[in-house]
């Protein structure tokens, strides 16, 4: 079958699936909805459509980002736009079955927002709402759109076709298209990717590989699952076409066995290019010959660093080693390699498909296109977003993100993982690309975004991250497998309250010592997080040593919990909760927390009732609190 | 090298016999070809067979692809994902990424580890629950994550991530 034949059936097959009579269901069932509870939904939709004798296709499609929201489901009815809604349970959908599907109404109480042509008296247009509108989809645009099962739906959206235009360039024009885009490395460090192929195409040599790194190890991460579990070709389509244009005929993907549902995802798309000759020898009739392998990695942050990940497919330790020479001189089995991460290959096969100029048109002028971010942590919407480069962290976290839960004030933004740095509120109105991230100490990385609030303690989040640099690091050079076992170890101290004057100098000044000791960069990067930190909450860092206060009450060896006498209603139910049985109490009497035996496991402050909130922790200053207990009203 | 002999009930292999290892292996080297490249996927198949990589097994697989033992016991102590004693039949993963550790991911681990009465790493002595934490599962935005038998369970609290095991019993 030739691809205009394979083209015109997919089209056939779209259309009659959007002229059926029936209606038709999208549900979300990547990794997220999964976790979500996709799984429940999924049975009461078949469950409530047979009982009110519907017939529907259901389709199940990747993640659109709204996680929060998840599970979600998109549901169509002929003639309609869809509606999306959010937050389901088996008995909602049962509503939803019932007043939409059988009946007329479309519950603008429960949907989120619609999708496609017309209107629905009551319910927004989903990509009007405030977080998608900022959002531009270039890497995420098939993903919750498409069957990521079904190569057919990704070739009716353009799929293939930047290949299709790049068999008919020469492959130095194609490498001219790359480098006109502006596209630069989305793994984290942000190298243009078209100087990169460059590179790989000029060495000398026959054979050479390709490598697709989906170790997407940064903690707090999850971008490229998403692209893998929603949208597979993108990724291959991508790199179909790097192999193209640098002269490679082998490539592999290297993913984290972490990942199970991307992994499938792949399999199935790798055979699906198979029988539709798009992968194999002589692809269309081209003369062009790639194949494609699966990698699984074991579980070691490190080989997301290139040359321990190539380390890692030759079935060695995946340790790093010093470059020159570059993976594009001398990589895989000391051949040239050119890898690039998920997001960038999806990245190319959408430049294809439409143009560089087109994907130069969004960013900023160092910074062109878009970025992927998973926004976690403290903040409202949580999910996976796409925005254009250079786009204020406000706009994310505010606009995007709907500000910070419960009414907490903002404190930092952590981006780019184990790598990166924290962004105080100052940094809230600067462009987020390269360049200004850069200059604030942090990166882009790979796309993680987590939001911390007054609770979060930023000594303690230092303290995090090295203790897991400090777990991964290789062991191969000295001042990164010592060193940041050092410098956690002052961070456990200062911590734990037996913080010394001087410790900051010395955290800074072994800090510096690892980034200029270090071959690769998870030891070169690794000081990051705490000397942002240091550079930005000092204080914090300060009140732990001097003070032995830790300002966000979270450090549990510096905060006692104790029960505040005039809220204490008696009612008993922390004394219940406690399992240390450190609180004393009786019917109608004031609580006591007797601090000796008290864990701070934090149970009773989850426990008392929100109406009276009677237990408060406190930090650095004495207890006030009755020894034993009094009854309530205070008269003895 | 401390390697624990196959423990009787260790999950699949029932009478952790060396024969009993022996066919399997014989069983899993089949679909390899003995090259240096094939020792992580080896090793991944033998972790997932016997729900960690016996002794026995590394000496078979370092014979199959011409190396010293001394190299796969090296890449066996390097990934995170060999295990060199028998795990649990029940696998309970708490995720300690960013994004869970801000949203209360500690509370919970703590909590499982008092109540199954292992640290992080341990197994049960009836072999029931092994417990591990994991760097990231990805599935940040459903903070905090526990992963049960790789079923994800999100949004969660230390009250519902006991259950899950309570579940079990």
């Given at each position: 079958?030739?691809f205009?034949?394979?083209?015109r059936?997919a089209a056939?097959?779209?259309?009659?699936?959007?002229?059926?009579?029936?209606p038709?269901?999208?549900i979300?069932?990547?990794?997220?909805g999964?976790?979500?509870g996709?799984?429940?939904?999924?049975q009461?939709?078949?469950k409530?459509l047979?009982?009110?004798?519907?017939?529907?296709?259901?389709?199940?499609?990747?993640?659109?980002?709204l996680?929060?929201?998840?599970?979600l489901?998109e549901?169509?009815k002929?003639?309609?736009?869809s509606?999306?809604?959010?937050?389901?349970t088996?008995?909602?959908?049962?509503?939803?079955v019932r007043?939409w599907?059988?009946?007329?109404?479309p519950?603008?109480d429960l949907?989120?927002?619609?999708?496609?042509?017309?209107?629905?008296e009551g319910?927004?247009k989903?990509?009007e709402?405030p977080?998608?509108?900022?959002?531009?989809r270039i890497?995420?645009r098939n993903c919750g759109?498409?069957?990521?099962?079904n190569i057919?739906q990704y070739?009716v959206?353009?799929?293939?076709?930047g290949?299709?235009?790049a068999?008919?360039?020469?492959?130095?024009?194609v490498i001219d298209?790359?480098?006109?885009?502006?596209l630069?490395?989305r793994?984290?460090a942000?190298?243009?990717?078209?100087?990169?192929?460059?590179?790989?195409?000029?060495?000398?040599?026959?054979?050479?590989y390709?490598v697709?790194?989906a170790?997407?190890?940064?903690?707090?991460?999850?971008?490229?699952?998403a692209?893998?579990?929603g949208?597979?070709?993108?990724v291959l389509?991508?790199?179909?076409?790097?192999a193209y244009?640098?002269g490679?005929?082998?490539?592999?993907v290297y993913?984290?066995a972490?990942?199970?549902?991307?992994i499938?995802?792949?399999i199935?798309a790798?055979?699906?290019?198979?029988?539709?000759?798009?992968?194999?020898?002589?692809?269309?009739?081209s003369?062009?010959?790639?194949?494609?392998?699966?990698?699984?990695?074991a579980?070691?942050?490190?080989?997301?660093?290139e040359?321990?990940?190539?380390?890692?497919i030759?079935?060695?330790r995946g340790?790093?080693?010093?470059?020159?020479?570059?993976?594009?001189?001398s990589g895989l089995w000391?051949?040239?390699t050119n890898i690039n991460?998920v997001?960038?290959?999806?990245n190319v096969?959408?430049?294809?498909?439409?143009?560089?100029s087109?994907?130069?048109?969004?960013g900023t002028?160092?910074s062109k296109?878009?970025?992927?971010?998973?926004?976690?942590g403290?903040?409202?919407?949580?999910?996976?977003?796409?925005?254009?480069?250079?786009i204020?962290?406000r706009?994310i976290?505010?606009?995007?993100?709907g500000g910070?839960?419960?009414?907490?004030?903002?404190k930092?933004?952590?981006?780019g993982g184990?790598?990166g740095?924290?962004?105080?509120?100052?940094?809230?109105d600067?462009p987020?690309?390269y360049?200004s991230?850069?200059?604030?100490?942090s990166?882009?990385?790979?796309?993680?975004?987590?939001v911390?609030d007054e609770?979060?303690?930023m000594?303690?989040?230092?303290r995090?991250f090295l203790?897991?640099?400090?777990?991964?690091?290789?062991?191969?050079?000295v001042m990164?497998?010592?060193?940041?076992k050092?410098?956690l170890d002052?961070?456990?101290e200062?911590t734990?309250?037996?913080?010394?004057?001087?410790?900051?100098?010395?955290?800074?000044?072994?800090g510096d010592?690892?980034k200029?000791?270090s071959?690769?960069a998870l030891?070169g990067?690794?000081?990051?997080?705490?000397?942002?930190?240091?550079?930005?909450?000092?204080d914090e860092?300060e009140?732990?040593?001097?003070e032995?206060?830790?300002?966000?009450?979270?450090?549990?060896?510096?905060?006692s919990?104790?029960i505040i006498?005039?809220?204490?209603?008696g009612?008993?139910?922390?004394?219940?909760a406690c399992?240390?049985e450190a609180?004393?109490?009786?019917k109608?009497?004031?609580?006591?927390?007797?601090?000796?035996k008290?864990?701070?496991?934090g149970?009773?402050?989850?426990v008392?009732?929100?109406?009276?909130?009677?237990v408060?922790?406190?930090?650095?200053v004495?207890?006030?609190?009755p020894?034993e207990?009094?009854?309530?009203?205070?008269k003895? | 090298?401390?390697?624990?002999?196959?423990?009787e009930?260790?999950?699949t292999?029932?009478?952790?016999?060396?024969?009993?290892?022996?066919?399997?292996?014989?069983e899993?080297l089949?679909h390899?070809k003995?090259?240096?490249g094939?020792?992580i996927?080896?090793?991944?198949?033998?972790?997932q067979?016997f729900?960690y990589?016996?002794e026995?097994?590394m000496k078979?697989?370092?014979?199959f692809?011409?190396?010293?033992?001394?190299?796969?016991f090296?890449?066996?102590?390097?990934y995170?994902?060999?295990?060199?004693v028998?795990?649990g039949?029940n696998?309970v993963k708490?995720?300690?990424?960013?994004?869970c550790?801000?949203?209360?991911?500690p509370?919970i681990?703590?909590e499982?580890e008092n109540?199954l009465?292992i640290?992080?790493g341990?197994?049960?002595p009836?072999l029931?629950?092994?417990l591990e934490?994991?760097?990231c599962?990805g599935?940040?935005a459903?903070a905090?994550v526990?992963?049960v038998?790789d079923?994800?369970h999100?949004?969660?609290?230390?009250?519902?991530?006991?259950?899950?095991?309570?579940?079990?019993?």
């Amino acid at each position: 079958m030739s691809f205009e034949e394979i083209k015109r059936e997919a089209a056939s097959q779209w259309q009659a699936m959007h002229n059926s009579s029936r209606p038709r269901i999208l549900i979300g069932t990547a990794t997220c909805g999964m976790a979500a509870g996709a799984e429940d939904i999924l049975q009461a939709l078949g469950k409530e459509l047979e009982k009110n004798n519907i017939k529907a296709d259901i389709m199940q499609v990747g993640c659109i980002g709204l996680c929060y929201a998840e599970p979600l489901i998109e549901v169509t009815k002929p003639g309609k736009p869809s509606v999306f809604y959010g937050n389901l349970t088996p008995e909602l959908v049962a509503e939803i079955v019932r007043d939409w599907l059988v009946g007329d109404n479309p519950r603008p109480d429960l949907a989120m927002g619609t999708r496609g042509e017309g209107t629905l008296e009551g319910i927004p247009k989903l990509f009007e709402l405030p977080v998608l509108k900022p959002q531009i989809r270039i890497v995420l645009r098939n993903c919750g759109n498409i069957d990521p099962a079904n190569i057919h739906q990704y070739i009716v959206n353009g799929g293939y076709e930047g290949f299709i235009k790049a068999l008919k360039m020469k492959p130095q024009e194609v490498i001219d298209e790359m480098k006109k885009s502006g596209l630069r490395g989305r793994g984290g460090a942000g190298f243009p990717t078209g100087t990169k192929w460059q590179f790989c195409h000029d060495a000398p040599g026959t054979i050479k590989y390709i490598v697709c790194n989906a170790d997407e190890g940064d903690p707090g991460a999850f971008m490229d699952r998403a692209v893998m579990e929603g949208d597979p070709h993108a990724v291959l389509e991508g790199m179909l076409i790097g192999a193209y244009a640098i002269g490679a005929s082998e490539g592999y993907v290297y993913i984290r066995a972490e990942y199970p549902l991307a992994i499938k995802r792949l399999i199935v798309a790798l055979k699906q290019m198979e029988e539709y000759g798009l992968l194999g020898d002589n692809i269309l009739g081209s003369g062009f010959n790639f194949h494609i392998k699966i990698k699984e990695g074991a579980g070691a942050f490190v080989c997301g660093e290139e040359t321990a990940l190539m380390a890692s497919i030759e079935g060695n330790r995946g340790m790093p080693r010093s470059r020159p020479p570059f993976p594009a001189q001398s990589g895989l089995w000391g051949k040239p390699t050119n890898i690039n991460n998920v997001e960038t290959w999806a990245n190319v096969s959408a430049i294809l498909q439409k143009s560089a100029s087109w994907f130069a048109s969004y960013g900023t002028e160092k910074s062109k296109g878009t970025k992927t971010f998973s926004l976690v942590g403290k903040v409202v919407r949580t999910g996976l977003i796409e925005v254009p480069m250079g786009i204020s962290l406000r706009e994310i976290i505010y606009g995007i993100g709907g500000g910070i839960p419960g009414g907490k004030k903002y404190k930092a933004t952590q981006t780019g993982g184990p790598s990166g740095g924290c962004l105080p509120t100052s940094f809230l109105d600067s462009p987020v690309d390269y360049e200004s991230l850069a200059a604030a100490g942090s990166i882009v990385g790979s796309g993680g975004m987590v939001v911390m609030d007054e609770t979060t303690c930023m000594v303690d989040v230092a303290r995090y991250f090295l203790n897991f640099t400090q777990s991964e690091s290789c062991g191969k050079c000295v001042m990164c497998r010592l060193g940041t076992k050092q410098m956690l170890d002052i961070l456990e101290e200062i911590t734990h309250g037996k913080g010394r004057p001087g410790d900051i100098e010395l955290l800074l000044e072994v800090g510096d010592a690892i980034k200029n000791g270090s071959l690769c960069a998870l030891g070169g990067t690794a000081p990051n997080p705490v000397l942002t930190t240091i550079r930005y909450f000092r204080d914090e860092y300060e009140a732990h040593i001097n003070e032995k206060r830790c300002p966000a009450l979270a450090c549990r060896a510096l905060v006692s919990y104790y029960i505040i006498s005039e809220k204490c209603q008696g009612c008993g139910i922390c004394a219940k909760a406690c399992a240390s049985e450190a609180i004393k109490g009786g019917k109608r009497m004031v609580h006591v927390i007797d601090q000796s035996k008290c864990i701070k496991c934090g149970t009773c402050f989850d426990v008392c009732p929100a109406k009276f909130s009677a237990v408060a922790i406190s930090s650095g200053v004495p207890v006030k609190a009755p020894a034993e207990p009094v009854p309530v009203g205070g008269k003895a | 090298m401390k390697v624990a002999p196959a423990i009787e009930g260790a999950r699949t292999v029932t009478a952790g016999h060396d024969k009993a290892i022996e066919i399997q292996m014989t069983e899993i080297l089949a679909h390899f070809k003995g090259e240096k490249g094939e020792l992580i996927p080896i090793l991944q198949q033998v972790q997932q067979r016997f729900g960690y990589v016996p002794e026995q097994a590394m000496k078979r697989i370092a014979e199959f692809v011409h190396v010293p033992a001394s190299t796969v016991f090296g890449i066996g102590t390097f990934y995170a994902q060999f295990k060199l004693v028998p795990t649990g039949r029940n696998i309970v993963k708490i995720c300690r990424g960013t994004g869970c550790y801000v949203r209360g991911a500690p509370r919970i681990i703590s909590e499982m580890e008092n109540k199954l009465g292992i640290k992080d790493g341990g197994t049960t002595p009836d072999l029931e629950y092994t417990l591990e934490t994991v760097a990231c599962f990805g599935s940040c935005a459903l903070a905090p994550v526990v992963v049960v038998n790789d079923k994800v369970h999100g949004r969660m609290t230390p009250d519902a991530a006991k259950k899950l095991i309570e579940k079990k019993n």
